[in-house]
């Protein structure tokens, strides 16, 4: 094997070596890499196993900004970012996510890069252009009701499922790396996804040797924050149609607003023109609805999942309300309430 020397993942042994990374993968918690495998939807010859990356464990905390571990539990992180007021919506949206046996064992990184849960993307025998590019999408045409309409392509309708990755895009959290030849790079975690296009195989702008090190996210006051998420199920469910909020009210003026989408889009949703169009107007429900179809403008339906442009738009309208009225009762609050 030629050696490629990299990552200082153990004490004992600081070179891991690894013949092609294209044909290997990391593995973090692998609660969605080892069902991958059982369904020879991903075979790799090669593991890179996380577990001794000893740094990888610790949350630290500056005055400006907390990094988290890419090993760090979704567990952990769940009750550390609980007692963090500035936080608190990745808690909700953490505990919103999978069940108590999971969170255990998934991971901060692996939680970002997991794959889609798009039923014919795990059916072998069914076409896929992310498992085999070029062989189609039975998805278009077949039972798309956890599907994206927004950010498809005709190659590809597969939503991206994570829940705290919906949460941390909308806090702005930014992603650090390492190469195999020691290089590092910081990414913001909305710009971290690739939209579909024609190579919905490639999900993300990592190389295949980069590792995820950490996620920092900036103390930054963000005012209320809100996670709702509306699934089939009150758990062991992804989500169907997912908000993540934060909004500071002045004077009844929204002077900052944070959104993003889960369960709809082919990334985890950056609602970039609704807060665009939000920010400095004065709280109305006139208001969030015409943020709600601005933002949903290139919503794309694609049959059983046609009922998700509405529920969208309803939640968002419920979400921003009631984040709304709260800070207008409670101008210097920070920090979560629950989605009624
Ligand atoms: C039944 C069930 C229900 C679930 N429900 C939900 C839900 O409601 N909401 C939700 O958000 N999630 C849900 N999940 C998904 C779960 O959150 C993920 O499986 C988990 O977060 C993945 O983390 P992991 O550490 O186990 O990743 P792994 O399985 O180890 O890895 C996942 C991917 O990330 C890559 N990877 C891991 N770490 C790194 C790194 N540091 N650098 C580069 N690449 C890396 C791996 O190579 C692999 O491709 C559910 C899962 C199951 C099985």
Redesign the pocket.
Known sequence: MKPFAVFPLHKKHDLVQVESFEHS????????????MKHQI?SPDQI?D?SG?EQ?YDITDSEQQVTIG??V??TELADYAYQQPGLSLLSQ??L????VQ??N???????????T?CYYFYDTTRPCNKRKPGSGCAAINGFNRNHAILGTSEHCIASH??????AMTALDATVH?CNANGETRQIPVRELYRLPGDTPHIETH?GAD????AVSIDKTPRGTHIYQ?V?DRSS????LVSVACTMQVKDGIISDINLAF?GVGSQPWHAQAAEEYLRGKSATTELFEHAADVELSSAKGSGYNDFKIPMLKRTLVHVLTQASEHQNQHPEHEGAIYAR
Do not use: C, H, W
Not at 96 to 99: H, K, L, P, S, V
């Open positions: 993968r990391f593995l973090a918690g692998g609660t969605n890499l080892v069902d991958l991903e890179i996380l990356f990888a890419t090993m539990s979704n949206a953490l919103a996510g999978a069940t999971l969170r064992r998934a991971t901060t990184g692996g939680n970002l890069l997991q794959r849960r499922p994570s829940d705290m990755a919906t790396t990592l980069e590792l995820i090190t998420k699934r062991y469910a992804f989500a889960g």
